[in-house]
């Protein structure tokens, strides 16, 4: 387990991280630590000099790396906190501390068996001291956990309970040990609590990664807006500007309309965040306001709102109705009508923008490449600010049928 955890970090190029690298070393010692003991119960009752040497090298390394796990665990504890909070390595120093007292006492018990004999038939004896053993690896066990305590306001429930895991589990696999002969529970312990820290790991990481793609998309939107400012912009004062020739009174009018657009909304030209449909049909009543001063009688609007109690990104539907009318209505001889309507079913509402205008192949130009950067513009946003998504049906002659749904949820 440990051993393909280790594996997923490395496949994964997370050494990059402080995190992942600190947690590496546990993985590792944990491993060098049950491939000692698994030499040793190899070596148990079976008769000559090299399983002897074998026996006694599993369980000296099976002492030392109790300790240089704890070392580990307390310097990943360490690394995890000081990513959150300014925190200094002192805790650190008192493990490094006892766990290498305990370390340099393992070797004094090679020359007096204070702690494990092997004897004749290469069986391993716990000894009078072998307590001390233990006691000293509680000791570590015991800072690191005052570290988890002192820090837990910067840590959420998931971290809390997988550093502290860490803690608990070993501590009562300890004293089983020690009341139980023969009975080997601290490796279970360490392994479990290392699959819950590596949960966590992935936890943070899915949150991270939801985050950064948030914030990508936000990024996205940004640059689409910045495209759609001006375009809108440029639009109307077209407009504006062609019946200065045309019809002077109505573009003093348009004008007026305009201006008074753009003080109450200009607002929502800058809007990140999907905004509420009636503020859209605003937005769309304005444009169209400013589209019949230049076509006249030549553009007939037809509304047929159902409902308005929905959220969606800004300008999306205003955006289809403009190109209903430049490339629909405009292009035909003697105008024609746009139609708005909404509706909503039990899992999503539905924007529809139909017009009788002179249509196009889609699905020509969609393989062709040759769909307007606004409609991507718009489908690229419905889908990234609230999982909405756009239809297009359309023939040459016989107009256009755009739908945007928006789910529920």
């Not at 003991?37 to 790396?65: C, E, K, M, P």
């Not at 007096?112 to 038939?121: A, G, L």
Request: glycine fraction near 8%; charged fraction near 15%; hydrophobic fraction near 45%.
């Amino acid at each position: 387990m440990c051993l393909a955890i280790m594996a997923c970090i490395l496949i994964g190029d997370s050494l990059k991280d402080r995190i992942n690298r600190a947690f590496i070393w546990v993985l590792l010692s944990n491993v060098v630590l049950m491939l000692s003991d698994a030499l040793a119960f190899y070596s148990i009752g079976r008769a000559g000099a090299h399983f002897f040497v074998l026996s006694f090298i599993g369980n000296f390394f099976t002492f030392q790396f109790s300790y240089v796990i704890i070392m580990c665990f307390s310097n990943y504890i360490n690394v995890y906190l000081a990513s959150k909070i300014q925190i200094k390595r002192i805790a650190v120093h008192m493990v490094y501390g006892v766990c290498g007292l305990a370390i340099v006492l393992t070797f004094f018990s090679l020359l007096n068996n204070m702690y494990f004999i092997i004897d004749e038939n290469n069986v391993y004896h716990r000894q009078g001291m072998y307590w001390l053993s233990q006691v000293l690896g509680m000791i570590g066990l015991a800072l690191n956990s005052i570290e988890i305590i002192r820090f837990r306001k910067s840590l959420n429930r998931m971290e809390t309970f997988a550093l502290a895991s860490y803690i608990v589990l070993p501590i009562i696999a300890v004293v089983i040990q020690v009341s139980v002969y023969g009975y080997v529970s601290v490796y279970i312990a360490s392994t479990l609590t290392i699959l819950f820290i590596y949960i966590g790991m992935q936890a943070q990481f899915q949150k991270t990664l939801k985050e950064n793609e948030l914030q990508l998309t936000q990024s996205r939107i940004a640059i689409m807006l910045s495209q759609i400012q001006p375009h809108f912009l440029y639009n109307a004062l077209a407009v504006i500007s062609r019946l200065c020739d045309k019809d002077p009174a109505q573009a003093k009018k348009a004008t007026i309309e305009f201006s008074a657009y753009l003080r109450g909304n200009m607002d929502s030209l800058e809007e990140t965040k999907p905004i509420s449909f009636e503020k859209e049909l605003k937005h769309i009543e304005g444009f169209i306001n400013l589209e019949k001063a230049m076509y006249g009688d030549a553009l007939n609007v037809i509304y047929d709102i159902k409902t308005k109690d929905f959220f969606l990104p800004a300008l999306t539907a205003q955006s289809i109705v403009e190109n209903a009318i430049k490339h629909g209505i405009g292009k035909r001889e003697g105008g024609g009508t746009v139609k708005i309507c909404t509706s909503e079913t039990d899992g999503e509402f539905l924007v529809t923008v139909s017009d009788d205008g002179v249509g196009f192949e889609y699905e020509k130009a969609a393989h062709n490449g040759r769909l307007c950067i606004g409609i991507n513009n718009v489908r690229q946003r419905l889908s990234g600010q609230c999982g909405g998504a756009l239809e297009i049906k359309s023939e040459n002659g016989t107009g256009t049928v755009v739908t945007i749904s928006i789910p529920k949820s």
